[in-house]
């Protein structure tokens, strides 16, 4: 058990120059004991590398990494006692089940009785308990990758438990089960686990703390509830959410925002006038009456049944800034001729195709990102978990 | 829906059929003519049945020849896989020193069976040989020509060091094809380098394994030109093997009648052997799966 702080960048190169050299960005993090963290990016984002790196399989190029007090920069994975599960199942197929549970405990030297006895509770945990003497090349994909789980849980004393998506091989009934399981073991053990994944229900519904990663950085670390209400840059927005944050190029002056946002949102006079970007979550983004002050007059193009909710595809009329058109909105935004998506529930006025409606982009959920992507203004705090 | 029963395809199959008749069908069967007939001259023969095949059996020579073949096929096994596995184990991994290595480990596989004997010959001998003179210098009465041993231990080592080489691509082969997750996995689980060996490596080159074991099993089995090069079969007949003892009944000593029906116990032991050698490895580490486990492993 331990606290991990990471103080790190990472080049595979010799010598970077650009930021694209690097696969992870300096950047300093700290894992807390006993946490579950989820690292969430696309492919090449970097959170592999990072994962890699706590656990001590690719040394970073610059920084160090501590376990506590203890600086492990330069220990190899053994010495390090962390426990990594990865992608593909690994197992060792001359063992059986319980062997290969058990190899790591017996590589430590811990006796023949509690590692028998440690084997028992983990292969109950994971169902496992009626193959462990079974041999473990002869088992579906998704035994050997329980195997593999297994075997990164089965150390009492490990300091963290390192997933690398470990379920993409796993089919999804089964997949919804593991992830529960793995909540389960969380709570009861209270081991700190990291999870890499690119699927954001994994990461939301499996972590605390999720630490979004893009090219190279942590470009936000918060709680679900967070990341969904205040995406600290428009990365996030898009990235989380399904569909992710419709964004509206803004052309305006600070404090006509002000004005339109009125006390919405923090007027924020230092805001440089140029280029700026309003996000709001389609589950935000209402219908109104086109004369409601705000209004932005659209078309609607797309209707979806998802089930639950209706999914709505309207195309926002391009207007010229400064241009008289819609109520006051027109004054001061000028809008690019964008497909904003938004979500009904089901009791809600579905409008007909082709209906000209007026948007509402304004609401305490309105996020305003400026010309470098970050998150400007937004819901001011006091974000609940709920 | 029934499809109607159409044989006509057969016919797609007779080029095939054409090619393995002339190729080995044919030659097999005159073989099989030639070993139930006394072939006084080429006008006169007169069957014999199972005659050549009595007596050939009880050959004196032909139980020497074949008890020499099975120690030297596997001693050139006992030598060679071992070596082969830890010759792959020390070649570098990649940059320009495995490819320099690689050229390096195969040079001697592009070499021709009679060339290799003779560089041998030249290599043993005691007054102008590197190795034959090396050996006189350190007190050994080293001759390949003379003494038995020698001459066995000399074909022995010259197989292995022309050989070796195959073993050990086809394991580095093997060894290049294990995921990388396996090695991480063996780190953080704590594993020795010797674990790493026992529970990754060995298990996961057991295909490759099989292959190197049958290739070198057969091709030590066939044995001829390069012990007809180094010592003629001699001395004695310390290195005369069954290729060898073969070709002095049939061409030496047109004895074609024990030479076919020999020939047929001959390919029948390699087909023999194969087949146990191939059963074997195949269970050998994966006892007590059943046939889905044995798929699922690959």
């Known amino acids: 058990m331990a606290r991990i702080h990471l103080d790190i960048a990472h080049s595979y190169r010799p010598h970077p120059r650009e930021d694209a050299d690097y696969a992870l960005l300096p950047m300093r993090q700290t894992f807390e004991d006993g946490g579950a963290y989820a690292l969430l990016g696309p492919s090449g984002c970097g959170k592999t590398t990072m994962l890699n790196i706590i656990s001590g399989l690719v040394r970073p190029s610059q920084g160090s990494i501590w376990f506590d007090e203890r600086e492990v920069t330069g220990l190899a994975p053994q010495q390090r006692n962390i426990a990594q599960v990865f992608q593909f199942p690994v197992v060792y197929d001359t063992m059986t089940v319980a062997q290969n549970l058990a190899f790591p405990l017996r590589n430590r030297g811990i006796d023949e009785a509690r590692a028998r006895a440690r084997v028992a509770v983990i292969a109950e945990m994971l169902d496992l308990s009626g193959q462990l003497d079974q041999r473990a090349a002869g088992l579906s994909a998704d035994q050997k990758q329980k195997i593999s789980l297994g075997r990164g849980l089965v150390r009492e004393d490990v300091g963290a438990v390192l997933f690398d998506e470990p379920l993409t091989v796993i089919d999804p009934h089964l997949k919804w089960q593991l992830r529960r399981k793995l909540k389960e073991i969380h709570r009861e053990l209270r081991l700190t686990l990291i999870y890499v994944t690119h699927d954001q229900v994994e990461a939301l519904t499996f972590a605390d703390t999720v630490l979004v990663m893009e090219r190279g950085r942590v470009v936000q670390s918060g709680s679900p509830s967070e990341l969904f209400e205040r995406p600290a840059h428009r990365f996030v927005g898009h990235f989380i959410g399904s569909p992710g944050m419709n964004f509206i190029p803004v052309t305006l002056l600070a404090r006509a925002l002000a004005h339109q946002a009125g006390a919405l949102t923090p007027a924020k006079p230092e805001v440089p006038p140029g280029a700026l970007t309003l996000g709001i979550r389609p589950e935000y983004l209402r219908l109104c009456e086109l004369h409601e002050p705000g209004a932005l007059p659209a078309q609607i193009e797309q209707i979806q049944d998802l089930g639950s909710c209706w999914l709505v595809g309207a195309r926002v009329q391009p207007v010229a800034a400064g241009n008289a058109v819609g109520n006051g909105v027109g004054n001061g935004v000028g809008v690019g001729a964008a497909l904003l998506r938004l979500r009904l529930a089901r009791g809600e006025v579905v409008p007909q195709l082709n209906q000209s409606v007026g948007l509402q982009l304004l609401s305490p959920h309105t996020c305003f990102y400026d010309s470098r992507d970050e998150l400007m203004a937004g819901p001011s705090g006091g974000v609940g978990d709920d | ?298």
């Open chain 2, 1 to 298: 829906m029934i499809k109607p029963v159409n044989q006509k395809a057969w016919w797609l199959v007779l080029p095939v059929i054409l090619c393995v008749a002339f190729s080995a069908i044919l030659p097999l069967m005159t073989v099989v003519n030639y070993s139930v007939q006394d072939i006084i001259s080429p006008e006169r023969r007169v069957f014999v049945g199972t005659e050549w095949f009595v007596a050939v059996l009880r050959d004196e020579e032909l139980h020497g020849a074949m008890l020499r073949q099975f120690g030297y096929s596997l001693a050139v096994l006992v030598v060679e896989v071992p070596l082969g596995i830890l010759l792959a184990l020390a070649m570098p991994v990649d940059g320009w020193r495995a490819s320099a290595t690689l050229v390096l480990v195969a040079l001697s596989l592009l070499i021709p069976w009679n060339v290799v004997g003779t560089i041998w010959q030249i290599f043993g001998r005691s007054d102008i040989g590197l190795l034959g003179a090396v050996l006189e210098a350190l007190g050994t009465e080293y001759s390949y020509t003379g003494n038995p041993t020698h001459a066995w231990l000399t074909v022995l080592a010259m197989d292995v060091w022309h050989w070796t080489p195959l073993v050990a691509l086809l394991c580095y082969a093997g060894l290049r094809a294990i995921p990388e997750a396996f090695y991480q996995a063996a780190r953080i689980d704590g594993a020795s380098r010797l674990a790493v060996f026992r529970y990754i490596q060995l298990p996961k080159l057991r295909g490759v394994l099989m292959i190197a074991v049958l290739l070198r099993f057969m091709d030590s089995f066939m044995i001829y030109t390069e012990p007809f090069v180094l010592t003629g079969g001699g001395p004695g007949n310390a290195t005369t093997f069954l290729s060898q003892y073969l070709t002095q009944k049939a061409v030496g000593q047109f004895d074609l009648g024990p030479a076919a029906a020999f020939s047929l116990i001959y390919f029948l032991i390699i087909l023999l052997f194969c087949f146990v050698l191939y059963n074997w490895m195949q269970r050998v580490g994966t006892s007590g799966t059943s046939a889905a486990g044995e798929q699922g492993a690959r």
